[in-house]
């Protein structure tokens, strides 16, 4: 097929991403309006190479043509869903693009560049992660303990207040079954109350709105506990989470 054909307007204007043709050198020789949109361009920059639109610290981190061969044979490879290269616009901006790229049957060989830009999902994806790391210190060190429970009534998480208030080592409380942590005697009306509550309407239960509650250590000592619970929807199914801590004795009580 004739290089026009390949790289003309009309092909790549009908493309819904943006779309560069880049030559063995890197020097850009067609692109369509979604493209100078990404570049921040009034036009194709034609005649620039793509490292011009490279930060410094991504032509530090790779050899932009020897990306383009590596992957030009596997435009659909699944590692390329999870790349991301850093491109500093026209205007001065820098975008975070997933890249796509294909060799295209010309003499001599160009490639299909396909660009997304990705900035805002990764900006989202740094929040988030940022807001999981934030809560994961927040209950590492809260002091009560936090145990969730999943519709099996099986432990998914334990912060170390909760594992401290049993007795068990980081991590050995996950997978277990709630009823270990409750004396025998109220584990059959602990079940129920727990089945009720994931069919009421009220999303939680705070401490003050029920009496304690007995737990049972790793070593056989029952303790009485304040007890919060909510519990959650997610795409993993329901989720109960409960806020526990050793109950104060009553007045003139012995603890």
Known sequence: MKFEALTGPGLLGALPEAALVIDGDGVIVAGNALADAVLATPETPVGETIVTFLPEHERNRLDPLAWLRRWADRPEAPELAHVRLWCRARDGSDKALRVRVGALPTEPVCYLVMLADVTEEQARQYRTRAAHRLAARVLAICADGIVNVDESLRVSYANPAAERLF????????????????????????????????????????????????????DGRELPLDASITKVTTDRGLVFCAILREAAPAPGQVA
């Open 167 to 218: 007795g068990y080592d980081a991590g050995e409380l996950v997978g277990r079954p709630l009823a270990e942590l409750l004396p025998e005697r109220y584990r059959a009306d602990h079940e129920r109350y727990m089945r009720d509550f994931a069919g009421e309407a009220s999303p939680s239960r705070l401490m003050g709105q029920r009496a304690a509650i007995r737990g049972l250590t790793r």
